[in-house]
């Protein structure tokens, strides 16, 4: 996961480049001896050097414990001793809960602490992708929309506000939007142009009203804070709430110069960066506040063009500052300031940009495990299609709970959700309610897209590196949960003999990688599972 709101205090921003570590080489001359040392007479006889007790010791190494490998079961009784030896052999502390059931015949076949409340961490994202799906429909787009409030004269000027309202996309993001960190407020700026608007004698006015005005959930912690994982969300987020912060060298002495990707109006610079002789950087970038980036250092004067990236401190103002710089940059002038506010009733829509579909956009969260994407998505579900509900996390925890109970049959207490990221260190899941979920979803009008948005072992994102060379290639879908704390792998697996199994593993603790291991050991064996 492989997985924030930043604190007021100052952070130091990383390097959005490979940073090399230079190793220091010492070179020792020798000397030559001028003397050969004295030869040994034939009566010498050299006796052998007595070893140490203490030398000895230190050679005695610790046993090499073989890596788990999984187990080719026959039989429901033979899977589950197999599962259960496999589950106790590694972790040396920690709990862990796990429940496998045959989608295909509806019977448990193994079940360890099924009703424990655990940390799920991202393994979250599979209750919010399903309750996206199943509120909004795989085919779902989110509409960021331009609208005004005024009258447009013949010569192109708008006689008030230009109204940018949001919508939760996740999808302002270069990963959908070719052109760079701002291509999403180019686009729309390039429409509204083509809409005939010229000047806009008014402000811009940022409409994010459709979420609740927070942008950290309850539960994640302070040193989480300017994460590029745990950035804060608003109904309008652009390039997942982070500004690349670009140096370049000046003339030599002189300043350098500095840039923000995407151009935004919502933050300010105060640059102290000096140009010096050379090729070397010492550069700090970091944000103070909600809107003030601050860079200082040296940079060469035959150096690259030095990029660093932070996370806004204020989505909602950094969104409606990109447009309002996309749109000079269109030669479209604004003469007021950005405003945050709500849309006028009955404003004329002058353009929008729509999302991909929702089926899509659960893909890339399960599958790159975005935490940004899971939020929105998480909100969305709550509005609806109607957007009566504001989205909040308290809202769409009810909405989750009430699909739990009455669509799925989880019990009431079974799923505690405060995030839906799984960042949050106060969620709670049991493995039943997971495996449940999956039989529910494995069967839903939506299935098809939530099957298809789990990473594949051995070959796709998260578990390309997992399992690899076992049954489980190719075969295993799951959706992966890692923090300090927790492992988890919840999906499918086709047993040998066809049938199609869903399973939740989950293991809170500090022995993370033994119960990896164990993990990677229990998916195969499930893959090689057969009985008649």
Known sequence: MKTCGLALAAMVAVPTAPCISYAAVVTTSVQQARKRPPARTPSTKKKPAKRST??????????????????????ASALASDLGTLLGSRTKNGDWGAMVVSITRGDTLFAQGPGAKLVPASTMKLFTAAIALEKLGPEHTFSTDVLRDGTIDPDGTLKGNLVLRGDGDPSLSPRFVRGGPGASMTLLAQFVAGAGIKRVTGDIIADASGFESRRIPEGWLTRYAGAGYAAPFSALSLNENIVIVGIAPGGSGGAANVFLEPATEGLTITNTVRTVAGGGTRISARRIGDDRVVVSGTIGARAGTARYQLVVGDPVTFTAGAFKSALEAQGITVAGD?????????????????????????????????????ELLFRNAARGLDHKTVGSAENAAQTLQQFLTKE???????????????????????????VQLLGHAHHAPWGSAFHASLPVAGESELLRN?????????????????????????????????????FAFLYNGRDRWHARETIDAMGPTLAAFSRD
């Open 54 to 75: 203490r030398a000895t010791k230190a050679r005695v190494r610790t046993p090499v414990v073989p890596v788990l490998r999984y187990t080719t079961p026959r039989g």
């Open 338 to 374: 950005i405003k945050v506010g709500r849309t006028p009733q009955n404003a004329p829509l002058v353009t929008s940009l729509p999302s991909p579909p929702l089926a899509r956009l659960v893909s890339v969260m399960n599958r790159e495990s975005i935490n940004i994407f899971a």
């Open 408 to 434: 799925v049959g989880a019990s009431a207490d079974a799923v505690s959700a405060t995030d839906g990221s799984g960042l949050s260190v106060l969620d709670r899941v049991t493995p039943r309610a997971l």
């Open 466 to 502: 997992r399992m690899r060379a076992t049954p489980a290639q190719g075969n295993l879908h799951a959706k992966t949960g890692t923090t300090n704390d927790v492992i988890g792998l919840s999906g499918y697996v086709t047993a040998e003999n066809g049938e199609i199994l869903a």
